[in-house]
């Protein structure tokens, strides 16, 4: 896997465009269309929060099409908790961009991030459509990246490609994250618009010229999430609107994936590794954050509890309090980790902060380097591991430490 | 139920002292002693946290005794993650207890709070008890209040009575909240000092002389936390050394509770009603808070269900921004609420804040008077309901909104 610059647009036949519709009070860019010049078989996994979005429910049921084309979206307003008006709007958004780009309704799938129970302002989006469309272009990845933020600081691209049988296939990525991050998407149910199991604003856009069954590119994109997305939380809080989407448009020329073979586990590695670097990106610009904290849990008996304890662990306010004080309080990372309702041993559990082994057997130790760790966790990335020595389930997760400007951050939102 | 002044040394027979002993850096109070004249029944819930600190564990293994006489107590120092070290010093510190007392050791609960990893310092303690034991008074349950509080703002203390068959019972109560609040406390089971099931830095000292067996106190007071102290969140963050200890020495000379008939549920209903009003004290003054916010979900299939989602909403850090900033952003209830892992029906639920619906039918209300909403929660108190309206479960949750103090507050605790 090599990094290429982009984003969305490095992939073949991928177009995309940016521009401000006045969505957002700021004036700042926020509206948004990623378009595939040839249909694309496409995936997506959302939000398991009982509360979902109106575009969240219409990107589900609309994913039962055997292709699609464009994905729409909104930033400044979810969207949510709007009933059925919410729901026409969602609707509305779809049309407009079917009707300028002359294909089916079902062929469009949407997202929206932003305040929720505020009517979506559908006639500025009808009004914008006509230079939404225009503003389509090979160049266009970064305009995309820009109009889907929120809180974040920075956008988040990223593009990689690798060789199947000789040819290139290209990965290329978009996501924001900011203020509610906690995701836990899953793939929505095929039956029924019914979603199959539970819970995570993060918003993330994947394009891919690779040629792949539409089933396959929906077990890909479900497995390299569960290994990135759904392992970075800001703040605990589980959004209505998390939708992480993925387009295939073939044109690499390929040899068509239909298996779990090598070239599958070729295209996944890549896919995973360019979901982990969105993941962190996002984990690491968290509103108003600065640290970008990895936490890794070893020695568990299986993957699954290693993942809750590690998840539970980068979600503990106190331990991020103590990593924006840059204060050495791994007590913190022991508390957290034996709350996660997860049966292990203490007393056999070691757990490191950076170079430092600062807990062994469940006993503080006494002898490390105190003025060493006060010294590593200044540092912009600090690096968390728990080994339970009890079996060889391993998970990593990711957060930030949090900054004072968080609660003033969060406390205005609305106003 | 009547409410009396004073604390725990409000039941006949009950003593309390509270020192200084150089436990904490600041110099405040850290020592605490509570002594029943005559021996008591007693009843714990512990942390189920799977780190537990050595004198949970001592505690734990204690109350297989019949009866108690003391509780001793120290804050500054939580005396956890020190491995078989910790373990010897929480049996010093209630030997020391016991051999001033001219007590067995076993009669002996010990509680600890504050940092984890460091050695507790038992020489301190030592030195200490002689002063300690001195003090015992009937006036000193407000020493114990004191020196038992860590971050707290205000010791948090009370008392009520009630009557049984025409006598007097008192029930008493002393308990400290502050940083690491979120506590989820279980009964010990009784063999082989096994913890039966799951999570809870608060520590809370009851007392009461009424007359009842020791396994109808344990009910009591299993069901009374459940509603109370297990249903506060400050900061989500679940601690290793939480306990709740009641001590009931028969003093009142009523008929022995040995059964669940009107005497018992006349006891348990104003145990509970002590236990509630302390812990809403605790959730009013977390590390920085200010907003006391109760937050009652109705209409849940199952109770059961109702506490998910109550607690699940109590620890959305968002929403707590959200109050600090007095910002009526009542979509962080729903996306929290629906972030629970609870199956319910969002397009069947209403939202209330304060005075006002804000979501009815899962669809956001534009005609509530916003001013008024915005006005209301300038208040101290906050309160919202959330009525899923599928069943008869309840629950109530209580929580406080986040200062930009707590960051600043809970990131220089170990330096």
Redesign the interface.
């Known amino acids: 896997m090599i990094i290429v610059n982009g984003g969305v647009t490095v992939p073949k036949g991928f177009l995309a465009s940016g521009i401000r519709a006045g969505i957002k009070k700021s004036g700042n860019p926020d509206l948004a269309l990623l378009y595939s010049e040839t249909p694309a078989v496409a995936a997506g996994v959302f939000t ?5 979005a109106s575009p969240v429910e219409l990107s589900i049921a609309n994913l039962r099409n055997k292709t699609h084309r464009a994905i729409v979206v909104n930033s400044g307003n ?1 969207n ?7 729901d026409a709007d969602a609707l509305a958004m779809a049309g407009y961009i079917a009707e300028g780009l002359a294909l089916g309704r079902s062929e469009i799938l949407v997202a929206s991030t932003g ?4 009517r979506l302002p559908v006639k500025k989006i009808e009004m914008k459509t006509t230079e939404l469309i225009a503003g389509l272009s090979a160049k266009g990845g970064s305009d995309l990246a820009v109009a889907i933020m929120t809180t974040d600081t920075v956008k988040k691209e990223i593009a990689v490609k690798v060789k199947l049988g000789g040819k290139v296939v290209k990965i290329g990525g978009a996501a924001k994250g900011g ?2 991050l ?1 995701p836990l998407m899953k793939k929505a149910g095929r039956s029924a618009g019914m979603i199959v199991d ?2 995570a604003t993060m918003l993330g856009f994947i394009t891919t010229d690779v040629l792949i069954s539409k089933a396959m590119l929906e077990g890909a994109l479900a497995e390299a999430a569960d290994e990135s997305f759904n392992m970075i939380s800001v ?6 609107n998390d939708s992480l989407f993925i387009m295939a448009n073939g044109l690499a020329g390929n040899k068509k994936i239909t298996r779990t073979g090598k070239d599958y586990k070729v295209f996944l590695e890549a896919l995973r590794g360019l979901c982990i670097t969105l993941a962190k990106m996002l984990a690491g610009d968290g509103a108003g954050e600065t640290k970008l904290v990895e936490i890794k849990v070893l020695g568990a008996k299986t993957d699954e509890s290693a993942r809750i304890i590690a998840r539970k662990i980068s ?5 991020k ?2 990593l ?2 840059e ?6 990372v ?11 041993d ?2 056999n ?1 070691d757990i490191y902060l950076g170079p430092a082994k ?2 062994s ?4 130790m006494k002898t490390f380097d105190k003025e060493k760790v006060r010294k590593y966790i200044k540092g912009k990335e600090v690096f968390i591991k728990v080994d339970l020595k009890s079996g060889k389930g391993s998970a990593t997760a990711w957060t930030c430490d ?3 400007e ?10």
């Open positions: 398991t929060n009982a509360f979902k979810a949510c908790a709007n009933g059925r008006q919410g305040i929720i129970g505020h203020g509610m906690h539970k819970h703040d605990g809080d589980m959004s209505t979600t503990s306010n106190l331990l309090c103590a924006f004080g204060d050495p309080n791994w007590g913190r022991a508390a957290s980790a034996g709350s996660a309702g997860v049966d292990f203490p007393g559990t600062v807990l057997g469940g006993s503080s949090f900054l004072k968080y609660v003033t951050i969060n406390s205005e939102y609305s106003t």
